[in-house]
């Protein structure tokens, strides 16, 4: 199954190290039956920019806590793509949440998709205001809408060591 795994640019550089992405149970997003329901319309491409928008989010949901503990840290949404076989459902967390039962080798990695250093400015405060946001404020959901406008970069795996460098 394709999943969406919510990442930071650090979590990356951990992946590059180590050979894995996470401690299982890894959190992530798919096209499940419960978006395939919800979104009845959509298409499997429509499907899977859904849960990887869903996935975008996460990652500022991880930034969130990164940047309290490293404030000059790098506030670029990060997820990381890829095809695992023992996934289980988290619908308590929403509708395209999944739960990876076992660490995620570098080898299954697809792809990942990296904001533009360009979009930092914007997620870093969608960091800062997503409680906000999601407590109901109005204007901190408009800035969490900013950072989601910018579009995430594809990036092919023999692609990550330059990305994290660089980064």
């Known amino acids: 199954m394709r999943v969406y795994l919510p990442c930071t ?13 996470g401690t ?6 798919a096209v499940t039956a419960p978006l ?10 429509e499907l899977e920019y859904a849960a990887l928008h869903l996935a975008a989010r996460a990652s500022i949901r991880l930034l969130d806590r990164q940047l309290v503990l490293d404030p ?3 506030a670029r949404r990060v997820v990381v793509v890829a095809d695992v076989s023992a996934v289980e459902p988290a619908p308590d967390v929403d509708r395209a949440a999944v739960r990876v039962l076992d660490a ?4 299954l990695v697809q792809a990942v998709h990296v904001d533009d250093p360009s979009a930092e400015a914007d997620v870093r405060a969608a960091a800062e205001q997503l409680v906000e946001a999601d407590l109901g404020s109005e204007d901190a959901a408009f800035v969490v809408e900013q950072a989601e406008g910018h579009e995430l970069q594809w990036y092919a795996t023999q692609e990550i060591g330059a990305l ?3 980064a």
């Open 24 to 29: 299982p149970p890894v959190p992530g997003f």
């Open 104 to 107: 995620v080798p570098l080898r």
């Open 36 to 45: 395939r329901e919800w979104y009845a319309e959509g298409d499997d491409e």
């Open 164 to 166: 994290v460098e660089l």
């Open 9 to 21: 640019l650090s979590g990356l550089r951990t992946l590059l190290d180590s050979g894995e992405l």
């Open 72 to 74: 000059a840290a790098p």
